[in-house]
């Protein structure tokens, strides 16, 4: 939810970036910090301080108001710029294993995306409450249709913006399959169908974290 409105400096910024397993220089981060407009860091500092009253509280207690805005804009600013940057080549190359024993192409997509970037902490959370209420089979029917019932045309537009840039790798040469796979379920998301499902399989992949259910590299399970 805190995210900058306008996105062109971060765009900008993500572009000149090759992957998300690398630190951002501190100069890029403070570069999209100054391009923030006043109104927009007032906006920002009013949501951090009504959906983290006591922590916002806190801090600004223990600063001040103008030093405690320094690390919640840097935390901004990080997170927007990541949330562009395409997956690492390498866990890219690991899906070539499995790729054909995926459901599908959106499947392949969802294990690249980062789930908080689409999904909240606190949705993630409640459709991991349902999935512990049922044995597996069942549990997982249930997160689907939370997923569900919960999108809406901003996830799905989310789910299609942190999706983009997964086109900065393709073509890859070491694997092939994963490479078709990925430009199908990008035009996939492109539809409001495929961008509902990769929602919904994105989902998925947050609640089995929580649960250990999966490791960080994809495998064939």
């Known amino acids: 939810m805190l995210r900058p409105e306008s996105t062109e400096s971060i765009e900008r910024a993500a572009a000149v970036l090759p992957s998300r397993d690398r630190p951002i220089p501190r100069g890029v981060v403070e570069e999209v910090v100054a391009s923030i407009a006043a109104g927009e860091v007032a906006r920002l500092v009013l949501l951090?301080?009504?959906?983290?009253?006591?922590?916002?509280?806190a801090l600004v207690y223990e600063v001040g108001e103008e030093l405690a805005r320094e690390p919640l804009l840097a935390g901004i600013a990080t997170a927007a710029i990541e949330e562009?940057?395409?997956?690492?080549?390498?866990?890219?190359?690991?899906?070539?294993?499995?790729?054909d024993a995926a459901p599908g192409p959106v499947d392949v997509l969802a294990t690249l995306l980062i789930p908080h970037t689409i999904w909240s902490s606190s949705e993630a959370k409640a459709a991991c409450a349902r999935l512990r209420r049922h044995p597996l089979p069942e549990g997982l029917a249930a997160v689907q249709c939370f997923a569900q019932s919960k999108i809406t045309a901003w996830h799905r537009d989310r789910a299609r913006y942190v999706a983009r840039p997964i086109s900065r790798l393709l073509p890859i040469a070491e694997a092939p399959r994963t490479t078709s796979q990925l430009r199908d379920a990008l035009e996939l998301a492109r539809q409001r169908r495929g961008a509902a499902a990769l929602c919904e399989r994105v989902l998925l992949g947050a609640v089995a974290r929580l649960n250990g259910l999966v490791p960080i590299a994809p495998s064939s399970n």
């Open 48 to 57: 951090a301080e009504t959906r983290a009253p006591q922590r916002w509280n």
């Open 84 to 99: 562009l940057l395409p997956p690492p080549l390498w866990l890219v190359v690991t899906r070539e294993a499995t790729s």
